[in-house]
């Protein structure tokens, strides 16, 4: 377990739509950036809200994603990822990965983990 001093949460669980997304901002330790949170299955995973091959943010309008089965598509380019590794399975950028952004869940609260 890691020992970072929880000040205030990432986002709740219940925030994050099972199946779904979010997009929260967050302090990170390079600077303030936009966040996505998913949720599937009983995981959560989050993800710097860029996208490797040009930059731009993943989604189609503020907090709103592209999410099919267990991908999430970049709205710009059409880059397709999978959801639960971040890693690019088609469009431009294949091969290549979201940056993950370790996550800590106590109780509903979702706090960013050591190293984010």
């Keep these: 377990m890691d020992t970072l001093v929880r000040v205030k949460p ?11 997304a979010t997009a929260v ?3 990170l330790h390079d600077g303030a950036d936009s966040v996505i949170v998913l949720r599937r299955d009983g995981q ?17 309008a503020p907090g709103k994603f592209l999410l099919r089965n267990d991908t999430l598509t970049c709205a710009v380019h059409g880059a397709t990822f999978q959801q639960a ?5 088609g469009g431009p950028c294949c091969g290549d990965s979201l940056r993950e ?11 960013l ?4």
């Design 44 to 60: 959560v995973h989050a993800y710097l809200n860029v996208c490797p091959h040009a930059g731009r943010r993943l989604d189609y």
């Design 101 to 111: 952004i370790p996550l800590c869940i106590e109780g509903d609260e979702v706090y």
């Design 10 to 20: 990432l986002c709740h669980l219940s925030d994050i739509p099972e199946s779904g």
């Design 85 to 89: 590794s971040g890693l690019c399975i």
């Design 25 to 27: 901002d967050a302090v």
């Design 113 to 116: 983990g050591e190293g984010a």
